[in-house]
T-cell receptor, first 113, second 112 residues
Framework: KAGVTQTPRYLIKTRGQQVTLSCSPI?????VSWYQQTPGQGLQFLFE???????NKGNFPGRFSGRQFSNSRSEMNVSTLELGDSALYLC????????????FGSGTQLSVL | EDQVTQSPEALRLQEGESSSLNCSYT??????LFWYRQDPGKGPEFLFTLYSAGEEKEKERLKATLTKKESFLHITAPKPEDSATYLC?????????????FGTGTRLLVSP
């Protein structure tokens, strides 16, 4: 059974640009969550999608957005990139999300120059 | 505000030297406490979920316990392959679904 797949693995952007990250969950999983991981802050919750609907959102500015498609694949978008957006962005999936363990992908390492 | 604090930040052990990692939490109603292991360059890998005080779970050399204010991850006779960052996270009963609050982790290094 394939795990959670995130693309691209690495990304380098400059300030002001926008970026789109992709996540394919484990087959059959309908919940997809996104987390930002930085050395100082650890993992911080961005948002969670279930059946194409955003169910929960963390404390991030509106520049961070996401969506989920009918096949449960998800994308997150960051507009007007700032230096502080440099981080590892992790996607996680689960069957339906309530109190279940998360299966994480290997992440997309974003560097903003 | 829900909060998770892990200690120590880093721990160096000799192979076979047992120890414990601590996770203290404050949460408005605990739905579940999770332990994950993260290797460099990879995403976190699930280890345990604990739901109520007094609960214990074991897996190979690892044992997780839970009280009303903290959780411990006991590592018995560790091996070099146990070297990783161990993350603790809580899910509050009133925040809904998959919003986990993570600690910053304990970096464990086990030397042969």
């Amino acid at each position: 059974k394939a795990g959670v797949t995130q693309t691209p693995r690495y990304l380098i952007k400059t300030r002001g640009q926008q970026v789109t990250l992709s996540c394919s969950p484990i087959s059959g999983h309908r919940s997809v969550s996104w987390y930002q991981q930085t050395p100082g802050q650890g993992l911080q919750f961005l948002f969670e999608y279930f059946s194409e609907t955003q169910r929960n959102k963390g404390n991030f500015p509106g520049r961070f957005s996401g969506r989920q498609f009918s096949n449960s694949r998800s994308e997150m978008n960051v507009s007007t990139l700032e230096l502080g957006d440099s981080a590892l962005y992790l996607c996680a999936s689960s069957l339906d999300g309530w109190g279940e363990k998360l299966f994480f992908g290997s992440g997309t390492q974003l560097s903003v120059l | 505000e829900d909060q998770v604090t892990q200690s120590p930040e880093a721990l160096r052990l000799q192979e076979g030297e047992s120890s414990s990692l601590n996770c203290s939490y404050t949460v408005s109603g605990l739905r579940g406490l999770f332990w994950y292991r993260q290797d460099p360059g990879k995403g976190p890998e699930f280890l345990f979920t604990l739901y109520s005080a007094g609960e214990e779970k074991e897996k190979e050399r690892l044992k997780a316990t839970l009280t009303k204010k903290e959780s411990f991850l006991h590592i018995t006779a560790p091996k070099p392959e146990d070297s990783a960052t161990y993350l603790c996270a809580v899910q509050a009963a009133n925040t809904g679904f998959q919003k986990l609050v993570f600690g910053t982790g304990t970096r464990l290094l086990v030397s042969p």
